[in-house]
T-cell receptor, first 112, second 113 residues
Framework: QKEVEQNSGPLSVPEGAIASLNCTYSDRVSQSFFWYRQYSGKSPELIMSIYSNGDKEDGRFTAQLNKASQYVSLLIRDSQPSDSATYLCAVNGGGQGGKLIFGQGTELSVKP | NAGVMQNPRHLVRRRGQEARLRCSPVKGHSHVYWYRQLPEEGLKFMVYLQKENIIDESGMPKERFSAEFPKEGPSILRIQQVVRGDSAAYFC???????????FGPGTRLTVL
């Protein structure tokens, strides 16, 4: 079992729709959870962090964490073509110390 | 407020040469991480350092790779006797604490001919 799993996609949504990205992790004692966006040829850009169960909203982005189910998700409302990128789920803490364990990423395509 | 800086942005080396990659963390951040992204693959952790100390090098190949973060100056990732399989994007990230958010630099794209 991979430590952090994401659907690789591509996920295609029309402009203005809600994009839903999902991630599961295997280390039950993980403490910190992050979503990064990576455009092709660029570095990862942090867009959301979440540390406790529940929802966290920031603008058009909402992160959801369920530690019991070992599940993290990211919702992007009113998707724009500029949101087209690869979204990386990352987990740290627990038995892994400070390093981030990344999923393979989900490629999102927002069609005008 | 400057973010993480890495240089060079692009580096070309011939097989057998040495590559030195530099990373200056966000001002005030004492935790530095190096990650590697091979073509068409995910980001993989290599090494985690604090000033003058290697905390976790579990992701770094045992041979040819070394890292340091001296008391003064940037963190350095050194690859000796490079091979074609070392061609990748190398990213540095920094954070203010152990489980805090990590901010990434622009990366160094290494090409080995």
């Amino acid at each position: 079992q991979k430590e952090v799993e994401q659907n690789s996609g591509p996920l295609s949504v029309p402009e203005g729709a809600i994009a839903s990205l999902n991630c599961t992790y295997s280390d039950r004692v993980s403490q910190s959870f992050f979503w990064y966006r990576q455009y092709s040829g660029k570095s990862p850009e942090l867009i959301m962090s979440i540390y406790s169960n529940g929802d966290k909203e920031d603008g058009r982005f909402t992160a959801q964490l369920n530690k019991a189910s070992q599940y993290v998700s990211l919702l992007i409302r009113d998707s724009q073509p500029s949101d087209s990128a690869t979204y990386l789920c990352a987990v740290n803490g627990g038995g892994q110390g400070g390093k981030l364990i990344f999923g393979q990423g989900t490629e999102l395509s927002v069609k005008p | 407020n400057a973010g993480v800086m890495q240089n060079p942005r692009h580096l070309v080396r011939r097989r057998g040469q040495e590559a030195r990659l530099r990373c200056s963390p966000v001002k005030g951040h004492s935790h530095v991480y190096w990650y590697r992204q091979l073509p068409e693959e995910g980001l993989k952790f290599m090494v985690y350092l604090q000033k003058e100390n290697i905390i976790d090098e579990s992701g770094m190949p045992k041979e040819r790779f070394s890292a340091e973060f001296p008391k003064e100056g940037p963190s350095i990732l050194r690859i000796q006797q490079v091979v074609r399989g070392d061609s990748a994007a190398y990213f540095c990230a920094s954070s203010p604490g152990l489980y805090n958010e990590q901010f990434f630099g622009p990366g160094t794209r290494l090409t080995v001919l």
